[in-house]
């Protein structure tokens, strides 16, 4: 079965420093990969996704994200983090054929930002 | 805004009440889900629509019940519940194609029981 690890469960930055947030998924089938945000309270945003192509995918709010078949990563970035970007991270697979249904989370990354 | 849209944003039921929430989408899409989120917990997906037809139950509780009279509409009726299922249920659609599906979420509805 598929699976999606976020090793870290909160992570806390200084505001303007950067930042890689870690997801890593399990199956061998090409994959289609997302990130969101939560923010407290709310849904979940869709910050970027990568379906297929350049394997450096841009994001809103100045995110993006790097799919790495070799080392089976969607590794989440940004180069200066806002106090605004303090909320919680999920990282999300589904395969090829599988259905839009076949959507599996991550736990999630909870990031706090340091003034 | 994200085109998907809940009501209410909070609610409070007794064990014994009857309530249902509300989801629209203003997307166009063909697909639309139920999803639940606990505290500590992974996303859980409950219930999928596809052209109005559920086509996925992942073994939820018969005291939730869906309902999807169109696909721009879906429900989910709320009846006898226990207090663990207190948790923030989120409605979200996509439009099903073969090169790729992306699922957008509404804001939640906070459900307590109590």
């Known amino acids: 079965a598929q699976s999606v690890t976020q090793p870290d469960i909160h992570i806390t930055v200084s505001e303007g420093a950067s930042l890689e947030l870690r997801c890593n998924y399990s199956y061998g089938a090409t994959p289609y990969l997302f990130w969101y945000v939560q923010s407290p309270g709310q849904g979940l945003q869709l910050l970027l996704k990568?379906?297929?192509?350049?394997?450096l995918v841009q994001g809103i709010k100045g995110f993006e994200a790097e799919f790495k078949r070799s080392q089976s990563s969607f590794n989440l970035r940004k180069p200066s983090v806002h106090w605004s970007d303090a909320a919680e991270y999920f990282c999300?697979?589904?395969?090829?054929?599988?259905?839009?249904?076949?959507?599996?989370f991550g736990k999630g990354t909870k990031l706090s930002v340091i003034p | 805004e994200t085109g998907v849209t809940q009501t209410p944003r909070h609610l409070v039921m007794g064990m014994t009440n009857k309530k249902s929430l509300k989801c629209e989408q203003h997307l166009g899409h063909n697909a639309m889900y139920w999803y639940k989120q606990s505290a500590k917990k992974p996303l859980e997906l409950m219930f999928v629509y596809n052209f109005k037809e559920q086509t996925e139950n992942n073994s939820v509780p018969s005291r939730f019940s869906p309902e999807c009279p169109n696909s721009s509409h879906l429900f989910l009726h709320l009846h006898t519940l226990q207090p663990e299922d207190s948790a923030l249920y989120l409605c979200?659609?996509?439009?099903?194609?073969?090169?790729?599906?992306?699922?957008?979420f509404g804001e939640g509805s906070w459900l307590t029981v109590v």
């Open positions: 979200a659609s996509s439009q099903d194609s073969p090169g790729g599906n992306t699922i957008y």
């Open positions: 999300a697979v589904s395969y090829s054929g599988a259905g839009s249904y076949q959507l599996t």
């Open positions: 990568y379906f297929s192509g350049d394997t």
